[in-house]
């Protein structure tokens, strides 16, 4: 979910620097095809060292910040019609994945700060409601994430409900780190859900376009279809209008054929521009 208090500046799309042969790295038609038209590689985005770009990249579009874990305790209602989105994630309170955040924490740690407001966040799920939130859930949150099994339970749920779900179609569809990575951030923002403009919506609707690579098609095509039917599904939303996450960032790495996500990385979100490596 896009933050609040950001203003766009005028900015230049960044240009990805990514020298893929030189480096040593593969290119797309250096892949060997496996059965099915399923692309062989090294290394998935849950390795490790992918997973932590991943991270980083979701961070920058999410908290303006490369420092994903700083991001435990953050929390504020930036007005998408999801109550408060919390954590490193975007945890909402309006999605239920804020609810079932706070129930492990509660089965790993009874009695924690969180605890006591279980009631109202099973209350105000599927709304946009604060009602026995306010006023003490925020600075509770905050004080919960110094908490080491609190910051545990949201790497696991993040992992469970986003990470998990994004990697395993991406390897399904065929897709190498970059497909998988943008599964992943779509899951972040639009839910893993079937409707129009949630994960599976979208891929759905990349399906009117494109094949993925398990079924006979072209890896960059199918990519290029999903950004595209990713970005509709941003703009039915005035809070997550802005694509530059897209647009400046993963369109970048795909336009550059970076399809093992590797280093360097230069990208820009709402203006600013990062980079890995």
């Not at 943008?182 to 399906?207: C, N, P, Q, W």
Request: with cysteine; charged share 25%; glycine share 12%.
């Amino acid at each position: 979910m896009m933050r609040s208090g950001r203003f766009l500046r005028v900015a230049a799309v960044v240009a990805a620097s990514v020298a893929l042969v030189s480096a040593g790295t593969a290119t797309s038609s250096a892949w060997p095809a496996a059965v099915g038209g399923v692309r062989a590689q090294a290394v998935d985005l849950d390795d490790p060292a992918k997973k932590d770009i991943a991270m980083r990249l979701v961070s920058s579009a999410e908290n303006s910040s490369l420092d994903w874990r700083a991001q435990y305790g953050y929390i504020e209602d930036i007005g998408d019609g999801r109550g408060y989105t919390g954590g490193i994630i975007g945890f909402c309170s309006g999605t239920h994945d804020m609810l079932e955040l706070v129930e492990e924490y509660t089965d790993r740690a009874p009695g924690n700060v969180l605890a006591k407001y279980l009631p109202a966040l099973r209350a105000v799920d599927g709304s946009d409601s604060h009602e026995g939130l306010d006023p003490g859930f925020t600075g509770d949150w905050r004080a919960a994430a110094g908490d080491p099994v609190f910051q545990a339970a949201q790497d696991d749920e993040r992992d469970r409900v986003h990470f998990g779900p994004a990697v395993a179609r991406g390897r399904d569809d065929g897709v190498r780190t970059l497909g998988q990575f943008i599964y992943y951030d779509a899951i972040v923002m639009h839910g893993g859900g079937d409707d129009a403009t949630s994960f599976g919506g979208i891929r759905e609707r990349a399906l009117g376009v494109a094949r993925p690579p398990s079924q006979g098609g072209d890896e960059g095509a199918w990519l290029h279809a999903f950004l595209d039917a990713r970005v509709w599904a941003m703009r039915q939303e005035e809070a997550h209008s802005d694509t530059s996450r897209v647009d400046t960032a993963q369109r970048v790495f795909l336009d550059a054929g970076n399809f093992g996500l590797e280093t360097p990385l230069e990208w820009a979100v709402y203006g600013d521009g990062y980079r890995i490596g």
